[in-house]
C-alpha cells in the first residue's frame, strides 16, 4: 500500500476516532474480531476453491442469502447484498447460465422476475459449507474448552446484529421444493 494512501487512511481512521470515541474494551474487542475475521476469510476463500462449480466470492454470496432466505426479487436480494442492481443482475445471469439459480415471473405478476436457487446451487452451498466447517472445527479444537462459552454467545450477537441467519432456521429452498413463498 503506497504510504501516502496509508497516511490518508490513517488520518482518516484517527477522524473516525475521535469522532466516535471507543472505550479501551471496546477497542480491544473490535481489534480481536478484526484480526479473527482475517483468519475466517481466508478459511472461506480456501472453502469457495473446493466449490463444485467455478463461483466467485459474490455469487456465493448471492447463493447463501437465497439458500437461507427463499426466493427473492433482485431488488430485495441487491439491498440484502447492499450492491447495485444491475451488479447483482449481472452476477445472478452468469449464476443462471450455470445452473446455480433459476429465475421465474412472480405469482401474480408476470413483469416481476423471482430469484431462486437450484438444487445444483444448494449442492454448491452445502459443499463449500462442508469444506469451511471442518477447517473452523481445526480452529475450535485449539481454543481452550472453558473459554469456548463466551466466544459462542459473542460470535452469535455478532452474527445477529449483521442479519445473518442461523443454519439451523435455513429452510431447503430450491426451485423445486421453494414453498411458502410469498409476493
Same mark, same amino acid.
Given at each position: 500500500?503506497p504510504?501516502?494512501h496509508?497516511?490518508?487512511?490513517?488520518q482518516?481512521?484517527?477522524?473516525?476516532?475521535?469522532?466516535?470515541?471507543?472505550?479501551p474494551?471496546?477497542?480491544?474487542f473490535?481489534?480481536?474480531?478484526?484480526?479473527?475475521?482475517r483468519?475466517l476469510?481466508?478459511?472461506?476463500?480456501?472453502?469457495?476453491?473446493?466449490?463444485?462449480a467455478?463461483?466467485t466470492l459474490?455469487?456465493?454470496?448471492?447463493?447463501?442469502?437465497?439458500a437461507?432466505?427463499?426466493?427473492?426479487?433482485?431488488?430485495?436480494?441487491?439491498?440484502?447484498?447492499?450492491s447495485?442492481?444491475?451488479?447483482?443482475?449481472?452476477?445472478c445471469d452468469?449464476?443462471?447460465?450455470?445452473g446455480?439459480?433459476?429465475? %421465474?415471473?412472480a405469482?401474480?405478476n408476470?413483469?416481476q422476475?423471482?430469484l431462486?436457487?437450484?438444487?445444483?446451487g444448494?449442492?454448491?452451498?452445502?459443499a463449500?459449507?462442508?469444506v469451511?466447517?471442518?477447517?473452523? %472445527?481445526?480452529?475450535?479444537?485449539?481454543v481452550?474448552? %472453558?473459554?469456548r462459552?463466551?466466544?459462542v454467545? %459473542?460470535?452469535?450477537?455478532?452474527?445477529?446484529?449483521a442479519?445473518?441467519?442461523?443454519?439451523?432456521?435455513?429452510?431447503?429452498?430450491?426451485?423445486?421444493?421453494?414453498?411458502g413463498w410469498?409476493?
Open positions: 500500500m504510504l501516502q496509508y497516511n490518508c487512511r490513517r482518516s481512521l484517527s477522524t473516525a476516532i475521535a469522532e466516535h470515541p471507543i472505550d474494551d471496546e477497542e480491544t473490535v481489534s480481536a474480531v478484526l484480526v479473527a475475521s483468519a476469510v481466508a478459511v472461506a476463500a480456501r472453502s469457495l476453491a473446493a466449490a463444485p467455478d463461483v459474490a455469487q456465493y454470496r448471492i447463493l447463501v442469502v437465497l437461507s432466505r427463499g426466493p427473492q426479487f433482485p431488488s430485495a436480494l441487491a439491498a440484502e447484498l447492499r447495485a442492481p444491475s451488479s447483482i443482475t449481472r452476477l452468469r449464476l443462471v447460465a450455470k446455480l439459480l433459476t429465475r %421465474a415471473s405469482p401474480g408476470r413483469r422476475v423471482v431462486a436457487i437450484s438444487a445444483a444448494r449442492r454448491v452451498v452445502d463449500v459449507t462442508r469451511r466447517r471442518d477447517e473452523i %472445527a481445526s480452529l475450535v479444537a485449539a481452550p474448552p %472453558a473459554r462459552r463466551g466466544v454467545g %459473542a460470535l452469535n450477537d455478532l452474527a445477529a446484529a442479519g445473518e441467519v442461523p443454519d439451523r432456521s435455513w429452510t431447503p429452498w430450491t426451485a423445486a421444493g421453494a414453498v410469498d409476493a
